[in-house]
């Protein structure tokens, strides 16, 4: 392997090093609050809730104040039609994510070989 070629790749590792670092610490600066599940659906009544994603029974999400919250839930009947409801008359965004799916900056880790 020639010099520049070996520059290069050691300034590619860097690069990704920094910016996994980046997206990992980046990815915490805003903080989820606990909210008991009743609480979330009523904000949804009231029209408090700006977006809502759903994974399993993780129902994470934001308020219309910019509140970042996270809760436990079962995804029923009701629920859904509470969704439905808030979607027409406040457009609240809802949306639901497989549980399966993992993210790749932190599913995949790199590994290079030098020699």
């Known amino acids: 392997m020639k010099q ?24 915490k600066a805003v903080q989820a609050v606990d909210k008991p599940f009743s609480e979330v659906m009523t904000a949804l009544e009231k029209g408090e809730v700006k977006e809502v994603s759903i994974t399993g029974s993780e129902f994470t999400g934001e308020l219309k104040d910019g509140t970042k919250f996270r809760s436990t839930g079962e995804r029923n009947e009701s629920v859904m039609a509470a969704l439905n409801k808030a979607s027409q008359q406040y457009q609240t965004q809802y949306r639901f994510e497989r549980e399966d799916v993992a993210s790749l900056s932190t599913a995949c880790p790199i590994m290079v070989k030098s020699g």
């Not at 520049?4 to 990815?27: C, D």
């Open 4 to 27: 520049y070629q070996k520059t290069l790749l050691i300034w590619l590792v860097f690069g990704l090093f920094i910016v996994s670092v980046w997206s990992f610490f980046g990815q």
